[in-house]
């Protein structure tokens, strides 16, 4: 794999664009930066959301404003609030997004988290 060189930009995240994606329940609006193998994302989700899948990819998550719920196929579950994070590897939980007030997450994930990535 190539490593991405980004040059210095600012980014205005309030004048970028969403693309809303249903969940299971409610919604989910999404701005994304795609740089290639390293995806950076500001997810705002509605109060009463709940994903529509089970996700296996790694992620570097921050809870910006709200709560979150992470529910883990094996039964547990963490709650992310302001200023918590999660980080995870692909492929070492199989997770589920659940939130019942709302919440805005920043997102980091790509290639790089799958162990297997070489540069």
Known sequence: MNPVNIPFQV????????????GSKGFADVKTLDFGFLKIRLIEYSAGYEADHWCE??????????????????????????GMSVEVSDGMS??????????????????????????
């Open 11 to 22: 980014s205005d995240w309030t004048a970028m664009p969403a693309v809303r994606q249903p």
């Open 57 to 82: 990819k790694g992620h570097l998550i921050f809870c910006l404003e709200g709560s979150l719920e992470m529910k883990l196929a094996d039964g547990v579950s963490y709650f992310l609030k302001k």
């Open 94 to 119: 199989s997770h589920q997004a659940v939130s019942s007030g709302g919440a805005a997450l920043w997102i980091v994930d790509g290639d790089f988290l799958n162990p297997n990535f070489s540069k």
